[in-house]
């Protein structure tokens, strides 16, 4: 052991050893892992080792593709024996709802390019024998499933790090984490104090602990879990090779060979929490005597669809802990205000997705970024709320307890909520709204007619439908009124900001009493935000983008933020309002200001600070419905106070509340594309459209010479709006997009055009695809739908509405 290294890995779990190992793969070689105990005392010692490439994120899926892909090199490197079952897996369904939801999986993953088939129930049992094919709907076979020796893995990774010089440092517990004068780590263990550049947090089930060493509550949590291994069964016995593993959804099982018996895993529905805070430090490899009580109910589901298991004696029963937080999904990447810490933690499935890790971090320390768009597992992704005890219990009992229960799309679920209310949240809900969840915020999905309607979760289309179109067609003939609180604000001041921000912003920065859409790109040219920025005065500016993305564009900021000269403040809970939009807006907000809002007084991309009603407002002649539109923004304490006051002035001008779902449908007939959907990190300017906003000719920005070099080769993909012929569902984001045997593209968002009567879809297609304009397939729920590129929106292809011009 050195008392310096450049980067010190905590923890000897999967995830610390691949994360070694991809540091070194990265030519990062002056690093060193220091484990408590020996490797894998923590979760990964009596790990099931399971794996697959399945994940609801299409971008993590590609990274468990790769850890898959990577265990033979790994086992080479490493010169250990990994126990690698490459054997495909099965997964069934128990009902036809069921069946039909796993059709659009399999639809999913031949995108993905992985070759997936069905089955019929009678062919899934001659696969594997002691599967009892009655109830089957059917079932679907995905080759890139199978597990390995969680110790070998580990080991194997923890070699190959080695052997391209890593240091690995055993029964060695990191104790403190502080500060050098410089910008460095003292990191203090049992053996000596080291000094590092970086540290990673992979400690597992401590590293919440470990997390609270720099002052960081990681949202986390140990939950226990149950597998079973069976003593020899003669029809496993029989099987040659390797045997499909099993996922039997209704059955809350999961199955896979083990020698000449089977292990059984449950996803029980009432699950328990374990050591909340993380594991005590003396906690050693120690298993839970089994809880049969709890998991009976499924455990007996599980019998029924193996019956075999009935007569056959039970070798052990594994009951263990392993991190869950609120997603499922781990927490990895720098954390803002602690510079070069490192979460690679709150993971659990590090059989799937521990080389993913390894590989995005290694990358994010290397280059600055992570390499790809890692969005659904960066640190950055929850904000401070979500590590609250209550809500992180909730969130997380909710998300294992449906580990393998069917979620519809339209499905609301009722964990940690309601958290974060705005002032109209009551008012709202006396107005009969039906509230969708946004960075733990409750907002307005649609308003119903009446008290006692009730939302039926559906694959399709839902009978909330009629109500949606009633929204739409009121923004579209008379007003409607979207509240904007969940749009994130900051405030830029001081004398260096029009400076800064030509720097961070790729768009030029607009003059006084204006506003401007501002793509703001990292320096490969790729997307870091859709950004408007506002400018108040000469020294004073509004950035408004995603209220999701406040804790990941923060970090961006503080990133680029310069010593002196600007100041900035989030001022997303202090400044709340409404997007007042459809042919009777400017009557509505004239009959609550004196100042003239008229095209010539106030014209589009105007903004101007005027009292609105009894509040003092900075009003944006802005919308995202394609209709004439203003946002109007209010101190958060007059929120609601503005909310009465329009909807008394727009009574009979025709004025609903509307919500999230028709914003959807209204943008879509626009084409309008928005973060998390269309927008995203992986994603340029020239793929997206935004390079119309970006302003090449303004001297340096960040990511302006990728955005010069794209604009001269050309993105490799489009953004395209869709018409499909489908009438009873809409696509969802992912569906594939084929042409001619190929998978050319994925949607990004779906929806019913209600105002033009078709179902619309944005989408990614390859541009030597997009351009000629063929007619396309995409794959809905499973079911191919023919599918035409529109070369202009559906709705006011012109902008005449928007800009409010006649004609
Ligand atoms: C019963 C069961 C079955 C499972 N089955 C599967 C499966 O089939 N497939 C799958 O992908 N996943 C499975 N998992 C989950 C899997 O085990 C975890 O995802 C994985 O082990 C997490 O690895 P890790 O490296 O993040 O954490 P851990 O394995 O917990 O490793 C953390 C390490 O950090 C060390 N450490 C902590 N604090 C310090 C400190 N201060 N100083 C030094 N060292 C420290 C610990 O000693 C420990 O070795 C299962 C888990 C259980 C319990």
Not at 334 to 343: D, E, I, L, Q, S
Not at 771 to 780: G, T, Y
Request: one cysteine or more.
């Amino acid at each position: 052991m050195k008392d310096r290294y450049r980067i010190v890995v905590i923890g000897g779990g999967i995830v610390g050893c691949s994360v070694l190992y991809h540091l070194t793969l990265r030519g990062m070689t002056d690093v060193a892992l220091i484990e408590r105990e020996d490797l894998t005392a923590g979760s990964t010692w009596h790990s099931a080792g399971g794996f697959h490439a399945m994940n609801s994120d299409t971008r993590i899926a590609a990274l468990q593709k790769y850890t898959i892909g990577l265990y033979p090199d790994i086992e080479r490197e490493g010169g250990r024996d990994i126990g690698l079952h490459l054997s495909g897996g099965l997964v069934l369904a128990g009902t036809r709802e069921r069946w039909r939801w796993l059709r659009s999986e399999l639809a999913w993953l031949r995108a993905q390019g992985i070759d997936a088939y069905e089955l019929s129930p009678d062919e899934a049992a001659e696969m594997v024998p002691i599967i009892d094919p009655s109830g089957l709907a059917g079932a679907i076979f995905d080759p890139l499933e199978g597990n390995v020796d969680p110790n070998g893995a580990t080991h194997a990774y923890a070699a190959a790090a080695r052997k391209r010089g890593a240091d690995v440092i055993l029964h060695d517990r990191v104790l403190s984490l502080t500060r050098t004068g410089g910008s460095e780590w003292r990191v203090e263990t049992e053996k000596g104090a080291i000094t590092a550049e970086h540290v990673v947090n992979a400690a597992g089930l401590w590293a919440r602990k470990v997390g609270r060493l720099v002052g960081v509550d990681h949202p986390l949590v140990p939950m226990v879990h149950h597998y079973l291994v069976t003593d020899d069964i003669p029809q496993v016995a029989a099987i040659e090779g390797d045997m499909a593993a099993v996922t039997d959804l209704e059955g809350f099982t999961y199955l896979q060979r083990e020698g000449n018996g089977v292990l059984l895993g449950v996803y029980e529905r009432n699950p328990r929490h374990w050591a909340v805070e993380g594991a005590d430090w003396d906690y050693g490899r120690e298993l839970f005597p089994p809880e049969l009580n709890r998991i009976t109910p499924e455990l007996s589901i599980g019998f029924q669809r193996f019956p075999v298991l009935n007569g056959i004696g039970i070798k052990r029963w594994v009951n263990g802990a392993f991190t869950f937080t609120p997603d499922g999904n781990p927490l990895v990447g720098p954390v803002a205000g602690v510079p070069n810490y490192w979460a690679a933690c709150g993971c659990m499935a590090g059989f799937s997705q521990g080389a993913g890790i390894g590989l995005a971090l290694a990358n994010w320390i290397a280059d600055g970024d992570p390499g790809t768009d890692v969005f659904g597992m960066d640190v950055a992704r929850f904000g401070p709320y979500a590590s609250n005890d209550r809500y992180l219990r909730e969130m997380t009992a909710q998300f294992y307890a449906r580990r393998f229960v069917m979620a519809y799309p339209n499905e609301e679920l009722p964990a940690g909520r309601p958290l974060k209310t705005t002032p109209c949240y009551d008012t709202f809900r006396e107005l009969g709204a039906r509230f969708t969840v946004n960075w733990g915020l409750e907002v307005p999905m649609y308003f119903a007619p009446s008290i006692d309607f009730a939302e039926t979760s559906t694959l399709g289309r839902s009978n909330a439908d009629p109500i949606v179109a009633e929204e739409v067609a009121a923004v579209r003939n008379a007003a409607g009124a979207y509240e904007i609180a969940q749009y994130a604000r900051y405030e830029v001041t001081g004398p260096g900001s029009e400076r800064w921000l030509d720097h961070l912003l790729s768009s030029r920065i607009p003059s006084v009493g204006n506003i401007r859409l501002a793509p703001m790109l990292n320096a490969r040219g790729w997307l870091m935000g859709d950004l408007s920025v506002t400018r108040l005065d000469e020294d004073r500016f509004w950035l408004t983008g995603s209220y999701s993305l406040q804790d990941w564009h923060g970090r961006w900021f503080e990133r680029n933020l310069p010593n002196h000269g600007v100041e900035m403040r989030n001022i997303t809970d202090h400044r709340m309002g409404f997007s007042v939009s459809g042919p009777g807006s400017r009557e509505i907000v004239q009959r609550l200001t004196p100042d003239d809002v008229s095209d010539e007084a106030f014209p589009f991309l105007a903004v101007r600070e005027m009292d609105v009603g009894s509040a003092r407002a900075v009003v944006g002649r802005i919308s995202l419905t394609g209709e004439l539109g203003y946002e109007i923004v209010v101190p958060t304490d007059l929120h609601r106070t503005l909310l009465h006051e329009l909807r008394a002035a727009g009574e009979d001008l025709g004025l609903r509340p509307i919500g999230d779902r028709a914003l959807d449908s209204l943008r879509i007939e626009k084409g309008y594309g928005i973060w998390s959907t269309e927008f995203r990190q992986d994603r340029t300017p020239g793929m997206s459209g935004l390079d119309r906003f970006v302003a090449f000719d303004k001297g340096e920005f960040i990511g302006r010479e990728a955005a010069l070099r794209e604009r001269e080769t050309g993105a490799r993909e489009s953004l395209v709006l869709l018409e499909l012929d489908a009438t009873d569902e809409d696509a969802a984001q992912d569906d594939g997009i084929w042409f001619e045997g190929r998978c050319v593209g994925s949607v990004t968002s779906g929806a019913h055009g209600h105002h033009v009567g078709k179902t619309l879809a944005l989408a990614y297609i390859d541009r030597a695809v997009a351009e000629p304009a063929p007619e396309l397939s995409v794959f809905v729920l499973g079911e191919p739908k023919t599918a035409r590129i529109l070369l202009e929106p559906p709705y006011d292809p012109k902008g005449h509405r928007l800009r409010d011009i006649a004609g």
